[in-house]
């Protein structure tokens, strides 16, 4: 029998320019992004945050797999 002690996911998320009449910029995403994170209590980590050329985002973080705990994933 087997039963996971710690999860934690590593994404790479690309928050695109949608066109010019988009009200939100790829920044706004991300912090929308953020607090659905902040609201479903689930524990983060931004790794890193890059503008690119063409005004897009791309984030790397650490955030918490479901409701397991994270250990030392987060440090």
Do not use: W
């Amino acid at each position: 029998m087997k039963r996971i002690k710690y999860a934690c996911l590593e994404q790479t998320l690309h928050f695109f320019v949608q066109d010019s009449s988009a009200l939100r910029t790829p920044k706004d995403e991300f912090e929308l992004y953020k607090k659905g994170l902040e609201r479903n209590k689930t524990a983060y980590k931004v790794l890193s945050e890059e503008t690119q050329p063409d005004g897009s985002l791309i984030v790397k973080l650490k955030k918490q797999y479901n409701t397991y705990d994270y250990g030392s994933y987060m440090d």
